[in-house]
């Protein structure tokens, strides 16, 4: 029988509900909608640097079109400084469609950064169409996973539990492969000085992985450079939120996923303190579940 897989909940920082629009002004020139096939054919050829590649560069309003030229905080340097990249890309745009941008465009706000869901889409398209087209939502982990899948996830959090109160409620982490469901490797703490069981347990399947290659097993969609990480496609198991300095050899290591069941408080890399899990200015990303029973 399925066990329940309520008590599975995804740590994440993502907005649930529409976030205020930050805008930006831009600059947009007003042409007569009878050079709208001249302007399709400028915006194809177009090579305008433009940071608001998301939005739709012409909007149709009665008998015109406003077609964004620029920032509206580059436009008079573009204008006045002829050595600009765009400088004569403005001229011939002004030429093409005999519009004047001096006296034929105004200011206007435009969102500055992509929406997330379909909602934030929805309201924000009402101040400038966008063309980007927000992911689909996650699924809830119940949905995200197969009958099996939870199964092998819910047995290792038991295991993992089982471990710890052998040992007098330490803390245990577990790397497995999920594909194999198999345990590759696991850490105490206080097995190591530093006290970071996840250190612990990424030497282990380091050792683990050295020792397959040795034999010749290929680990299974692993090609060229992916082989070189060495935990991508697994998952870790932890009883405690890992701290900040395991969250950072967690990432690095590539893992895919990362299910704990006790939050760290000061000390956690996901929810207790950093989200470090889905932090865009680092170079990788993954799912963060808590198991709250
Ligand atoms: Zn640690």
Same mark, same amino acid.
């Given at each position: 029988?399925?066990?329940?897989? /309520? ?67 580059? #436009? ?123 250190? /612990? ?53 590539? #893992? ?38």
């Amino acid at each position: 029988m399925e066990e329940s897989f /309520e008590h599975v909940i995804r740590i994440t920082r993502e907005p649930t509900s529409p976030r205020d629009c930050i805008i930006i002004q831009a600059r947009i020139a007003k042409v007569h909608k009878s050079k709208g096939k001249c302007i399709m054919n400028m915006l194809n050829a177009y090579s305008f640097q433009m940071n608001l590649s998301f939005l739709k560069r012409v909007s149709r309003q009665d008998e015109h079109l406003n077609v964004i030229i620029c920032e509206e905080n580059e #436009f008079q340097t573009i204008i006045d400084d002829e050595t600009h990249p765009n400088h004569g890309l403005i001229q011939s745009f002004q030429q093409q469609t005999e519009t004047d941008l001096l006296s034929n465009s105004f200011i206007q706000s435009v969102p500055s950064q992509l929406p997330k869901f379909r909602q934030e889409l929805e309201l924000w398209s009402k101040i400038w169409p966008i063309s980007y087209t927000p992911p689909p939502p996650t699924p809830t982990p119940s949905e995200e996973f197969n009958v099996s899948q939870k199964k092998f996830i819910l047995d290792t959090m038991k295991e993992c539990k089982r471990l710890s109160a052998q040992e007098q409620g330490a803390n245990i982490v577990m790397i497995v492969d999920p594909l194999q469901q198999k345990i590759l490797s696991l850490g105490r703490i206080g097995t190591l000085i530093c006290d970071h069981p996840v250190m /612990e347990a990424l030497r282990s399947a380091a050792l683990t992985v050295i020792q397959s290659k040795q034999s010749g097993e290929k680990r299974k969609g692993m090609e060229g450079e992916e082989e070189q990480y060495l935990c991508k496609g697994f998952y870790l198991f932890s009883i405690q939120e890992p701290c900040i300095m395991c969250g950072m050899a967690i990432l690095h290591s590539r #893992f895919d996923k990362v299910f704990y069941s006790t939050p760290s408080c000061e000390r956690g890399a996901f929810e207790s303190r950093y989200s470090i899990h889905e932090d865009g200015r680092l170079n990788h990303s993954f799912q963060v579940y808590r198991i709250t029973s």
